[in-house]
């Protein structure tokens, strides 16, 4: 059974820090590239940031530039979301996401989120 559970959301003031991680199981986490996604009140699911399967490269959206680190330890089936310098505009549901692709398909899984609210 494929499971992706992020943990570490929660509410912290302007400026703060936390560290959202997202457990793995019943896939082969590390050939696949893993990416955080989030989604505010009213608004579409926006990717945040992305790294590939052996963690070489890493890819972020401009908004968190600077700010956020997402990193990963295949040991672990575990990918990490480091976000510091919060500000409101960050408060979101934060989803994590799997995905592996080649010709014979695409596997797509996602988590079923946790909430990061930042207070002003």
């Known amino acids: 059974q494929v499971q992706l559970v992020e943990s570490g959301g929660g509410l912290v003031q302007f400026g703060g820090s936390l560290r959202l991680s997202c457990a793995a199981s019943?896939?082969?986490?590390?050939?696949?590239?893993m990416s955080w996604y989030r989604q505010a009140p009213g608004k579409e699911r926006e990717l945040v940031a992305a790294?590939?399967?052996?963690?070489?490269?890493?890819n972020y959206a401009d908004s968190v530039k600077g700010r956020f680190t997402i990193s990963r330890d295949n040991a672990k089936n575990t990918v990490y979301l480091q976000m510091n310098s919060l500000k409101p505009e960050d408060t979101a549901v934060y989803y994590c996401?799997?995905?592996?692709?080649?010709?014979?398909?695409?596997?797509?899984?996602w988590g079923q989120g946790t909430q990061v609210t930042v207070s002003s």
């Open positions: 996401n799997a995905l592996y692709g080649h010709t014979g398909g695409i596997w797509d899984y």
């Open positions: 019943g896939f082969t986490f590390s050939i696949y590239a």
């Open positions: 790294i590939t399967s052996a963690g070489g490269t890493t």
